[in-house]
């Protein structure tokens, strides 16, 4: 087997871009053990917003797409964060938010940077509104706050609400729909969650997505059934039923879908819940 001097030139290149990122690594981590501690912390411009965009003028949408490559760029190279360090990424967000509203980015860091973070929720939830306000025509946003509603601040009302807006707004992927249908139906509004995907079963063009909405609807119609039939046992015999199967059993539930199981709902006799899988 013949190596050409191509075959060579090419693996001594490799070796080359090996030894160079190794070499560049060492050297980044030695700067790094070597910062004096105010170098070591994230920075925030202590200025306000509003003065930062009259002070930025005609550039401020620079100026945002700085502060943005700041937070991100420390956040990235951090081995430890402080809590003054999140106050200072949440600073540099909320200026870069406010100088340019309309830059994806800032809603995109704020969302993996910001957002899990305990504590910080309610702020990211504050950046992320401003920028669901102006880009009033994209769905991300706005599917970014009704998470953050549902997973952390567990409101399930918020969290329907906006992924309802997203759901509407063009491209918005057919998954939030049934998230949407999800929330509103677990803060205990099930006809609205029927009403919800009945609309956006008629806006519904792909076949998919309307086989998808067909069937959400259907467990929809059997739940709502459900309760009804839980709340009427409820109030004759003064508790909730042990399981579903005694609603069917004793006549409470009529006209269920032949074609819907049982082991589409989860029930808590306890507390008498009711959802979907």
Not at 143 to 172: H, I, M, R, T, V
Not at 240 to 245: G, V
Request: glycine share 6%; charged share 25%; proline share 3%.
């Amino acid at each position: 087997m013949r190596i050409t001097f191509v075959a060579i030139l090419k693996l001594f290149g490799t070796l080359l871009l090996i030894a160079g990122f190794m070499y560049s690594s060492v050297q980044v981590h030695n700067y790094r053990d070597n910062l004096t501690m105010e170098h070591a912390r994230a920075e925030a411009l202590m200025v306000d917003p509003t003065l930062l965009k009259v002070i930025s003028g005609e550039f401020k949408g620079l100026m945002a797409d700085y502060l943005n490559l700041k937070a991100a760029i420390y956040k990235g190279g951090a081995e430890r964060v402080t809590d003054e360090d999140w106050e200072a990424l949440y600073i540099l967000f909320k200026q870069a938010m406010e100088l340019d509203p309309y830059f994806f980015n800032t809603g995109y860091y704020t969302q993996g940077i910001l957002a899990w973070r305990e504590g910080l929720h309610e702020k990211a939830i504050e950046i992320l509104s401003i920028q669901a306000e102006h880009r009033y025509w994209d769905w991300e946003p706005r599917f970014y706050l009704g998470f953050n509603y549902f997973y952390y601040l567990k409101d399930n009302e918020k969290g329907a609400y906006y992924l309802q807006e997203a759901s509407k707004l063009p491209n918005a992927p057919p998954i939030t729909i049934t998230l949407a249908a999800r929330l509103v139906q677990r803060s205990g509004q099930t006809l609205t969650a029927i009403a919800f995907v009945k609309t956006m079963l008629e806006r519904a063009d792909d076949d998919e997505i309307k086989k998808m909405l067909s069937n959400r609807l259907m467990v929809l119609l059997g739940l709502y059934r459900l309760e009804l039939a839980r709340d009427a046992y409820f109030k004759h015999f003064g508790r909730f039923p042990e399981n579903l199967q005694t609603l069917f059993d004793n006549g409470w539930v009529s006209q269920f879908p032949e074609d819907l199981t049982m082991d589409k709902f989860v029930y808590d006799s306890d507390r008498g819940e009711l959802t979907f899988r």
